[in-house]
C-alpha cells in the first residue's frame, strides 16, 4: 500500500484536489458530530460520557474551521486558518480550557486525560490535512 497517490493527483489542480477529498472530510464532519453529540442523549457508559466529546469535538471544528468539507475557495479565512494555525490554536484552546478547570475558573472537573483526548484525533487530522495540502501547493506551483 502507498502512502503517496504519485501520478494520479500530480495531474490534478489544487481545487480538484481539495473538491475530490472534500465528500470524506464531509463525511467525517458528520460522523465525528454524531458521535461526539451522542453523550448528550443517551449514557453509554463513564468512559464514553467523559471522553467522547473531547475526542470528536475538536475534530469536527477542525474540519470546520480549515472549511475542509466544501468546494474549494480562496479567501482570508481559509488562507489565515492553515493546517498547522489552526492546529496550534486548537491545542491552545484546549490547554486554556484544562487551564481554567485546573485554576477553578469555572464549575467542571479538571482532568488530565482530556489533554490526550484533545489530540487523539486532532493529530490524525492534522497530519492528512497536511499532507493533503502539500499536494496542493506543489500542484499549484508547476507549469501547465
Known amino acids: 500500500m502507498r502512502l503517496c497517490p504519485g501520478n ?31 453523550t448528550t442523549v443517551r449514557y453509554f457508559g463513564e468512559l464514553w460520557n467523559g471522553y467522547a466529546l473531547d475526542i470528536f469535538g475538536p475534530a ?12 474549494h475557495t480562496i479567501n482570508k479565512w481559509r488562507r489565515f486558518f492553515t493546517p498547522a494555525r489552526t492546529f496550534v ?8 480550557i484544562e487551564a481554567a478547570q485546573y ?11 482530556d489533554l490526550l483526548a484533545y489530540v487523539s484525533l486532532l493529530v490524525p487530522l492534522f497530519i492528512l490535512d497536511s499532507i493533503q ?6 500542484n499549484q506551483s508547476e507549469p501547465r
Open 8 to 38: 494520479k493527483i500530480k495531474n490534478l489542480k489544487p481545487e480538484e484536489i481539495h473538491n475530490k477529498y472534500a465528500p470524506y472530510w464531509a463525511a467525517g464532519l458528520v460522523i465525528f458530530a454524531i458521535l461526539g453529540l451522542s
Open 60 to 71: 469536527w471544528n477542525y474540519i470546520l474551521f480549515r472549511g475542509l468539507f466544501t468546494k
Open 89 to 96: 490554536i486548537f491545542i491552545l484552546v484546549a490547554g486554556g
Open 103 to 113: 485554576f477553578d475558573l469555572y464549575d467542571a472537573t479538571w482532568d488530565p486525560w
Open 133 to 138: 495540502s502539500i499536494f496542493m501547493n506543489s
